[in-house]
């Protein structure tokens, strides 16, 4: 190339890389300027490069969540990779500084890049018809850049393929260069102002996630109040928020969305971003308004389908309970049920509002001990296992399990609610009043090891406590029992029973075979579509089971409905918000719905049979 060519090649990488970081540079301050994650901890460094190896390197979560649209996806990233030194050889060769040759290895990757570039302009094709054609609508509003990114994408391998054909140092091969050159440059300044922005920053993104499933960080200091305004985002939450792919897989899976709510979690994570783009990480105006919606805030039933969904790393959950927190904490939060739920724990220490005399003569007239210090375990029974009718039954039949494998056990004399509900909803102090009444109960007992049928108090007072000193060990019944299965006793009539996974249980603490386990050995498990990690809610998370839904159609009723569909005449539960939201939706659904039963309640059934 002639000294004229490199002069108009610099001036316009130049330009290309200007506006480039033109807009990547101010989000880089806007993340750098946002508020510390005090309680962040980058060590240790090895499972975080792992995760980053497999879910950027090797696409493992896009594929697997996805399969074809996300191998698609994956050959597009991949040959990016690939034409990376390819890229760097093109603009080193205007410059008499190629380092690729058209001999040994040079010419072996130019072909091998080749082969690469027939696969992404495949692949890009297909994603653009699947966007623009087919149109899921989670991947709405349809984007013009998306379709303009696409183009490019398939310019660039277009372009770089037709060169294997054209005669080498003629005009049509020196055409080609520029056009390749030109789709280059033009394509840099586009990614930080369009969805491709994760190209830059999600391995970042991934590699700095918090520890630990929606683990919602601890408020700092007496002014710390969660997410009210932009001074309360931290570095971690901007980050995610310019992340976002805008895939829209988050939507795909909520459960709130899909029966009409307001809720977007898609929206959740851009409407940070269109709010630090408008206000900046030291704006004082309320995050809860132009940008982000109170109401869908508050419809997310804490199910965690949205994080287990994302690609690139955004929590969404911390983000939720957070704007959560901010309306609590700080009043701004009015809803009649929500109060009611506070006062009602504040006086009688459950949510059902019944005395705490009621537990105790539950207690007396079904004999079972108190936990004394000699007991290998203490049964914790959570408000419905305490109070509510059909959450007893699910107690008793753990009690009955628990004596036919000779295991010891107890229950604590005086027992509040874990604090869950009011955790979820944003009421920090109420939750932190609960925890500490209780861990007093517990230290005093001198229990070191629990079991409850609740997977939310399991997830609270095993992970949530902790922030108020708690070490307590805690496992789901479903869990012990799994691990005596072969002492159960065997057989059952063979019918079908359908398993629905309780979010809390399974993506929360990733227990999916242990139930199944323990009902296969009484009878047939079957799947209903949406199971294990793909589990659809009951609808009772978040605190809503204690609020109710105002719009839409009734989550428990989606997900009865889709139980009863498979056929099976017993739908087995694992979670007492579960049994209890499920048990009104297949009423609600049929005359004559399929019978509910607790996972332990088909184990004691059968040890009834026996004896």
């Known amino acids: 190339m002639n000294w004229t060519g490199r002069i108009v090649l610099l001036l316009a990488i130049a330009t290309s890389v200007s506006l480039f ?10 993340i750098r300027e946002s508020k510390p994650d005090a309680d962040f901890q980058l060590r240790p460094i090895g499972p975080r490069i792992r995760k980053v190896l497999w879910e950027v390197g090797a696409q493992g979560l896009v594929i697997a969540q996805r399969p074809l649209p996300g191998l698609a996806h994956a050959f597009v990233f991949w040959g ?31 072909w091998f890049a080749g082969a690469f570039a027939v696969a992404v302009a495949v692949s890009i094709a297909g994603l653009a018809f699947r966007r623009f054609v087919i149109r899921p609508k989670w991947l709405e509003p349809l984007s013009p850049e998306s379709g303009l990114i696409a183009f490019l994408i398939f310019a660039l391998m277009v372009t770089y393929l037709a060169a294997f054909f054209v005669p080498e140092g003629g005009a049509a091969e020196l055409a080609l260069w520029w056009a390749h050159t030109l ?5 840099l300044p586009l990614i930080p102002k369009t969805k491709h922005m994760h190209l830059v920053l999600s391995p970042l993104t991934i590699f700095l996630e918090r520890d630990g499933f929606s683990r919602i960080p601890p408020l700092v200091g007496d002014e710390d109040f969660g997410l009210d305004t932009g001074k309360d985002l931290t570095r971690i939450a901007s980050l995610q928020a310019y992340s976002c792919v805008e895939c829209g897989r988050c939507t795909e899976h909520c459960p709130a969305n899909n029966t009409g709510k307001v809720l977007n979690p898609k929206e959740i994570i851009l409407g940070t971003r269109h709010y630090l783009n408008e206000f900046g990480p030291k704006s004082g105006e309320l995050l809860l308004g132009k940008h982000l919606s109170m109401e869908a805030a508050f419809q997310c039933t804490t199910c965690g389908a949205c994080e287990y969904q994302c690609p690139v790393g955004i929590q969404h959950l911390p983000i939720i309970v957070g704007l959560r927190r901010g309306a609590v904490n700080t009043g701004k939060w009015d809803n009649p049920h929500g109060s009611e739920l506070f006062v009602t724990l504040e006086r009688h220490g459950n949510a059902l509002g019944f005395a705490p005399s009621e537990r105790q003569k539950f207690i007396e007239k079904n004999n079972l001990p108190y936990f004394d210090g000699t007991q290998e375990y203490c049964l914790w029974m959570g408000c419905l296992g305490s109070y509510d009718p059909n959450g ?15 295991i010891t056990f107890g229950v604590l004399k005086q027992e509040k609610c874990s604090g869950d509900p009011v955790r979820r909803l944003g009421n920090d102090y109420l939750f932190g009043e609960l925890a500490q009444q209780n861990l007093e109960q517990i230290n005093e007992s001198k229990a070191t090891k629990l079991v409850s049928i609740c997977p939310h108090c399991v997830r609270t007072i095993g992970t949530d406590w902790k922030e108020h000193g708690a070490n307590v060990a805690i496992e789901h019944h479903t869990e012990l029992l799994a691990r005596y299965r072969d002492q159960l006793p065997a057989g059952g009539d063979g019918q079908s029973v359908v398993f629905h996974d309780a979010c809390y249980l399974g993506r929360y603490r990733g227990i999916y075979d242990q139930p199944r386990d323990v009902i296969s050995r009484f009878g047939k498990v079957v799947d209903p579509p949406r199971a294990r990690e ?3 809610c ?3 998370g978040g605190g809503l089971m204690f609020l109710g839904e105002e719009t839409g159609k009734r989550v428990n009723l989606e997900r009865a409905q889709e139980l009863a569909g498979t056929g099976a005449k017993v739908v087995a539960a694992a979670c007492p918000f579960c049994n209890s939201m499920l048990r009104d939706g297949l009423a609600a659904n049929s005359a004559t719905p399929p019978e509910l039963l607790d ?5 004691a059934a059968a040890i009834q049979k026996q004896t």
């Open 392 to 406: 007893r039954k699910i107690v008793l039949a753990l009690a009955e399990v628990l004596r036919y494998l000779g």
């Open 538 to 540: 009951c609808g009772g």
């Open 534 to 536: 793909r589990g659809f």
């Open 21 to 30: 970081w033109r807009k990547f540079g101010r989000v880089l301050r806007i």
């Open 599 to 603: 996972v332990v309640q088909i184990a």
């Open 183 to 187: 789709v280059l440059l033009a394509f």
């Open 80 to 110: 990016f990779c690939v034409f990376a030194l390819v890229t760097l050889n093109h603009f080193a060769s205007a410059f008499g500084l190629g380092f690729l040759s058209r001999s040994g290895f040079g010419r072996f990757y130019f």
